[in-house]
């Protein structure tokens, strides 16, 4: 496993996924000086997760291009997220520095993950989307692995944050499947119920109990 030191360090209360595309909008001026020296110098950093007051786990990201620069030097960003470390030390402000670093620990990702979990995933997926009428969703288990759809599914920072923890590829299915297994029955009784609501105050055809 590769260790780094005075890595730059951008702590936020998000979880970012390998692979996610994620714009920022950079206003505090220890970041605008990050990413200004990631531009020039062409350095990806880290966005360690903080949660549970904590810095444990993040992930790297690329400075792809910046957006735009305001007036008042506030700017939009767009980065592509890698890899994920486990934060070793956390140094805050880096020598010479106005952003945080520290040494970081790159985590090993195993690609172990077996195809009826997929199968099973793109399934309940599918439920999922259909429930929420959200139309147009691809599941084509050979272009997508469990980060892909994994800000989508209602998990709370604490799961994606396990989510991200995971090394193992089957493991990060498990818990996926998991979660889906438990809320799509309750989503499934809230459209039931919307079903019920909308035939409230319209005829109804009932035919009468039969009583022996």
């Known amino acids: 496993m590769q260790t780094i030191s005075n890595f730059p360090l951008f702590p936020l209360n998000i ?13 505090e001026p220890r970041y605008r000086a990050l990413i200004r020296d990631a531009e020039r110098e062409g350095f990806s950093f880290g966005i360690p997760s903080y949660v549970h007051q904590k810095l444990g786990y993040g992930t790297e990201v690329s400075l792809v ?15 592509i997220a890698k890899r994920v470390f486990k934060v070793q030390d956390y140094v805050n402000p880096l020598p010479g520095k106005l952003y945080a670093g520290g040494t970081v620990t790159f985590v090993p990702l195993i690609e172990d993950g ?24 691809k599941f084509d288990t050979k ?20 989510l991200l ?12 499947n998991q979660h889906l297994a438990v809320a799509l029955p309750i989503l499934r009784e809230m459209e039931q119920a919307k ?18």
């Open 114 to 137: 077996e195809a009826r979990q997929k199968e099973m995933l793109a399934k309940q997926l599918k439920e999922l989307f259909g429930l929420l009428s959200i139309p147009n969703v």
């Open 15 to 27: 979880v970012v996924f390998p692979g996610e595309e994620l714009n920022l909008h950079i206003f």
């Open 195 to 212: 079903e019920k609501i909308k035939l409230n105050g319209h005829f109804k055809h009932l035919d009468p109990l039969s009583f022996q």
């Open 143 to 162: 272009h997508f692995n469990s980060f892909t759809f994994a800000h989508k599914i209602g998990l709370s920072l604490s799961q994606e944050y396990e």
């Open 165 to 176: 923890k995971l090394e193992k590829e089957s493991d990060r299915l498990d818990l996926i």
């Open 65 to 79: 291009e910046i957006s735009h620069i305001y007036e008042d030097g506030k700017m939009d960003v767009k980065t």
